[in-house]
């Protein structure tokens, strides 16, 4: 049995799980999970996050401009934020963590989650939550170790998501 009904302007689906994975291939819930590598040391690279992340903090959405993230600290070499969705004003939780892999080169793993309990489907947010932030702060510019890899099962949306609409 699968049932979709809109409320409170998200997805809702409900199914029988067996035929829900065999034709959903997204996780259970909206969320992203993206590995990164740079050729950089992983201080240059917290440093570009968390100043995105602050150059990004209004309130105040402009068209074309990126708004509402917000720099929650850090937890040992992870990075803490949030990204507030600018229809409904739910709070996606997010996170970097950082691993120095050799010198000059730092490996990221982030994670965005939704802050909407119900949502299975996010229309890629969670991944621009994340990949905008790396874009934006310029970090797979002029990078010959730049490496981006996710796959929808971990990331909602990963393979049809156009971050370049919510920018
Ligand atoms: C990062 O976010 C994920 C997904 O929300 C969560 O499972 C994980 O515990 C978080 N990591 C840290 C260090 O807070
Ligand atoms: C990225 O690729 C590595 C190596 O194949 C894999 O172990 C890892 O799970 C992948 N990450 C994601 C988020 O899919």
Not at 54 to 71: G, I, N, P, T, V
Not at 76 to 85: K, P, V, Y
Request: glycine letters at 8%; charged letters at 20%; one cysteine or more.
């Amino acid at each position: 049995m699968v049932l979709y009904s809109v409320r409170g302007g998200g997805l809702v689906v409900a199914a029988s799980l067996g035929l829900f994975s065999a034709f959903f291939p997204y996780p259970s819930h909206a969320s992203c999970q993206v590995d990164w590598v740079f050729g950089k040391e992983c201080y240059t690279v917290k440093d570009r996050l968390i100043k995105q992340m602050e150059l990004w903090s209004s309130d105040q959405c402009s068209a074309k401009q990126q708004c509402r993230y917000k720099y929650e600290g850090e937890k040992g070499d992870t990075i803490l934020g949030s990204h507030t969705t600018p229809v409904l004003s739910f709070v996606d939780n997010l996170n970097f963590t950082l691993t120095d892999v050799s010198s000059g080169t730092c490996k990221v793993k982030a994670f965005s989650e939704s802050g909407a309990s119900y949502a299975v489907i996010d229309f890629g947010g969670n991944y621009c939550n994340l990949r905008n932030l790396v874009i934006g702060s310029k970090l797979d510019e002029n990078d010959e170790k730049y490496k981006e890899n996710s796959t929808n099962s971990v990331c909602t949306m990963y393979s049809i998501a156009h971050c370049n609409l919510y920018t």
